[in-house]
């Protein structure tokens, strides 16, 4: 997982970086047992879970906004929905909210790029952020 940013450049070059430590692990499975990841040209590369089709890439940051906490989870989950973005709470996927922090990550793992991927995090998290401003604004926080 990435924890922190430091800006799209940062990501990018994280983003470049786990496509080589995958490449790299493609390359000794094959040298020691001459098998490969499957891999469909249009669909990507095949896991277990059909989620994960394509590059099965989940980009996500950890941000709290309590703007959108005193809104209402339900109004954050609609407009993640609307950003092509996914809402957690920091205990994963089924560990439920706590706090003001979410894990926000993107929505769609199937025909999209590792960029578009992180890219449509990136956005939408900046997005969600100036909108939490608002929201404290307008809620005195």
Known sequence: RVWRTNGKQWYQRR?????????????????????????DEKYGYVHSCPTNLGTGMRASVHIDLPGWTKEGTDKLKARCEELALQPRGTRGESGGQTGITYDISNKHRLGYSEVQLVQTMIDGVNKLYEEDLALQKKHGI
Do not use: H, N, T, W
Not at 15 to 39: H, P, T, Y
């Open 15 to 39: 983003v470049r970086g786990l496509a080589r430590g995958i490449q790299a692990v493609g390359d000794s499975v094959q040298a020691e047992c001459g098998k490969g990841f499957m891999l």
